[in-house]
């Protein structure tokens, strides 16, 4: 009935009848129902963090939000390639693979091989644990190879997608404006006290950028090349910078979701 190549006004308008409706048909029964959206105040911008947030899920589960994203985005093999700037102001390239499980119930099992010109290693969490895997032998990974997975983890676009499964909670701290784009400023705090600043476009409902503070140090991770993805929204392309420093850059050349992935992945050799 819709095609991909409508407009973002029309999404929207049909969202305030159609999916944000369904997206909060199919939530959890332990969440009370929002209530609909109207039309009018969508494009008043007057709205709660949880219709931000609805709003943003429905977008990218269009035209079935929650439920979209819950069959498709169950499991997922992404590849892509990789940036790293270091504090010397050295780059390296190299490319990577992700898996990720999603289970109904128990925890999400991620694991991220990186292949770089002379070398190749696995990160893995799973069982709430993080290991690293290099030929065949666990390792404990360094401290601060640990903390940047935990917060490509913990610190995305799918940490709000996701925000009712992992019981987190919402406050919205305004709008602003930067180089003539609108935002909602959504502040997301997970179950373990974790925050991350949303960047959700008032116009499309994207996530344009994100923001947290992690041990002293704020980062900021922009989304780029939005598309779709077996009938999910994507973005193909993020930059991951702290003050004026670019840190990593991380490009996705392929993605499919939904696919079985061997439980075997996330085990220790």
């Known amino acids: 009935m819709f095609s991909r190549g409508l407009s973002a ?3 929207l308008f049909f969202l305030a009848f159609s999916s944000y409706a369904q997206t909060a048909a199919t939530a959890p029964t332990a969440t009370p129902t929002p209530e609909a959206i109207s039309a009018a105040k969508i494009a008043s911008g007057n709205l709660t963090a949880e219709q931000v947030a609805e709003l943003s899920v429905a977008v990218y589960g269009f035209p079935n939000g ?3 994203l819950t069959q498709i985005r169950k499991s997922a093999d992404e590849r892509g390639r990789i940036t790293i700037t270091g504090a010397d102001g050295r ?6 693979q992700r898996w990720y499980i999603r289970p109904e119930t128990g925890g999400e099992k991620i694991r991220l091989d990186q292949q770089f010109p002379n070398d190749r290693f696995s990160l893995i969490s799973a069982n709430s644990e993080i290991f690293g895997v ?5 390792f404990v990974p360094r401290d601060d190879a640990t ?3 935990r917060n490509q983890v913990y610190h ?6 996701r925000y009712k499964e992992n019981e987190s909670t919402l406050a919205l701290s305004g709008r602003e404006k930067k180089l003539g784009v609108e935002y909602h400023l959504l502040d997301l705090t997970d179950k373990q006290g974790r925050k991350t600043r949303f960047f959700v476009s008032a116009k499309s409902f994207r996530v344009m950028m994100l923001e947290y503070e992690s041990e002293g140090v704020t980062y900021r991770r922009k989304f780029h090349d939005y598309n779709y993805a077996q009938g999910t929204l994507v973005p193909y392309r993020s930059v991951l910078t702290s003050g004026d420093r670019t840190l990593e850059e991380v490009e996705v050349g392929t993605v499919t979701y939904g696919q079985k992935v ?6 220790k050799p």
């Open 66 to 68: 929650r439920l979209t």
């Open 156 to 161: 995305s676009v799918d940490t709000l997608l």
């Open 9 to 11: 006004v029309g999404v």
């Open 147 to 149: 903390t940047a997975f």
């Open 134 to 138: 290099y030929n065949d032998s666990v």
């Open 262 to 267: 061997d439980d075997a992945l996330f085990a």
């Open 91 to 96: 780059t390296q390239a190299a490319t990577y």
